[in-house]
């Protein structure tokens, strides 16, 4: 096993080995040997969100991926390209800029974590509104499972199937099922022009009927979110912004600025801007870092519901803040928000998770002190289907080799 300078704790917990395999055939030999031997194995890309899920039972060896970073197929014109798992986001990025192309994902530390580690927590922006999550980018997948095999799935074509889509199901799995070692991916040309159309409101209803009116209209702008959080280009206060990531032809964004400021102003907005350039990216950058890099006494929560429902999640977030008032971002259409919750008690928490839940959603804590991570499942309870993770696990890693204890119910 090669030993590195890098750090691979998590959660306290460090291996006593490290690997770091160069091939997807040595991932599941690893793998292979790992569960043969009973050692729990956390995968490792660049480690942006290790913080993610409950602490590991058990932990025994790094199996770091950072190797596996080259391009194997790109065909622009098929606007498909295939990469291996552990890439950076950020160069994947820009080698598909040299064509005029992207990847239509905008999540947190989205230019050093890996494809892999993004992949593996469904981890997801702002542009989800347009563009969907990363099961709406991914065609096909190589996994390295703990019976020391390579399991393709998906394909390479933009195509609808029959039968069992295991893309998915490695997809937010925590890397507890298998291993991503390869990934065929959905691309998107570059807008030819981008802006930001924002508005304030003193009035959170007022707010959320116009980032309504903006997500369900013919504009199909790439972000609509609603805010109330420190960020660049936007005034200081507690008012609720509306901002609307306006992204095509310059004649497109033109028109959507047009038309969300004016929409904005006719439901009551106090305050409208627009920002371009640099200051449109700073914002929509900052947007999708919210609450990283936060104290350690500070709860990260991501609260789901319908999005009708955000009014009601901001509500159950703001009686888990001491004043009130937490600052917070919401993807408007799609009932996706994050609450900074500072010092927030195990109580608080798990009245908050209930909350979620009364609402037909869920709450997870993205980010915790260690205490509360020691009491509570960051997961939220499980679910009537539960039943049937497990026995996937049961299935894919029989002798919980992988990421042991981290995933929802513990698994």
Same mark, same amino acid.
């Given at each position: ?8 704790? $998590? ?9 770091? /395999? ?10 292979? =040997? ?12 660049? !480690? ?10 058990? %932990? ?8 596996? &970073? ?35 994902? &905008? ?38 499972? /703990?019976?020391? #095999?390579?399991?393709?799935? !998906? !394909? ?7 039968? %069992? ?29 981008? =802006? ?15 980032? !309504? ?40 964004? #033109?028109?959507? $600025? ?19 350039? &640099? ?21 990260? =929560?991501?609260?789901?519901?319908? /999005? ?29 928000? %994050? ?26 804590? #993205?980010?915790?002190?260690?205490? $509360?991570?020691?009491?509570? &499942? ?34």
């Amino acid at each position: 096993m090669l030993q590195t300078e890098r750090s691979f704790g $998590v959660a306290g917990l460090s291996p006593s080995e490290v690997a770091r /395999p160069e091939t997807p055939d040595a991932v599941a030999a690893a793998l292979g =040997a790992a569960a043969a031997a009973g050692k729990a194995v956390v995968p490792w890309g660049s !480690g942006t969100k290790q913080g993610w899920g409950n602490a590991p039972r058990r %932990y025994d060896l790094a199996l770091d991926l950072s190797a596996l &970073d080259r391009v194997l197929e790109y065909e622009p014109a098929d606007l498909v390209i295939t990469t291996e798992a552990g890439i950076p986001l950020g160069a994947l990025q820009r080698r598909l800029a040299e064509s005029g192309q992207f990847l239509a994902l &905008d999540p947190p530390y989205a230019a050093t974590s890996t494809l892999g580690g993004t992949l593996a927590t469904n981890a997801s922006g702002p542009s989800r509104l347009l563009y969907g999550t990363a099961r709406d980018l991914v065609l096909g997948m190589k996994v390295a499972n /703990p019976a020391g #095999e390579l399991v393709k799935s !998906g !394909g390479k074509v933009v195509k609808n199937v029959v039968g %069992y889509d295991l893309n998915k199901m490695h997809i937010g799995g925590l890397g507890t099922l298998g291993v991503m070692v390869e990934v065929t991916l959905k691309v998107h040309p570059l807008p030819a022009a981008e =802006a930001t159309a924002g508005a304030t409101f003193d009035d959170l209803a007022a707010a959320v009927a116009a980032a !309504g009116r903006i997500y369900r209209s013919v504009l199909y702008p790439r972000a609509v979110e609603l805010v109330r959080a420190p960020l660049p280009g936007m005034p200081a206060g507690n008012a609720w912004g509306v901002l609307v990531w306006c992204a095509g032809s310059p004649a497109t964004v #033109e028109r959507q $600025v047009r038309d969300a400021t004016a929409w904005c102003q006719e439901g009551g907005a106090r305050e409208s801007l627009r920002l371009d350039g &640099d200051d449109h990216r700073a914002l929509w950058a900052a947007v999708s870092e919210f609450g990283r890099d936060l104290p350690a006494s500070t709860v990260l =929560a991501k609260l789901t519901a319908v /999005p009708t429902r955000i009014p009601d999640l901001a509500a159950a977030a703001a009686r888990a803040h001491p004043d009130g008032a937490p600052p917070l971002i919401a993807h408007a259409g799609s009932g996706v928000l %994050y609450a900074a919750l500072p010092g927030a008690t195990v109580p608080v928490l798990q009245a908050l998770t209930r909350a979620a839940a009364a609402l037909g959603g869920a709450a997870v804590l #993205e980010a915790a002190p260690p205490a $509360v991570r020691e009491a509570l &499942d960051v997961w939220g309870p499980t679910r009537d289907d539960f039943p049937l993770m497990q026995a996937l696990k049961d299935q894919f890693d029989p002798q919980g080799t992988l990421n042991p204890g981290r995933f929802l119910g513990r698994l």
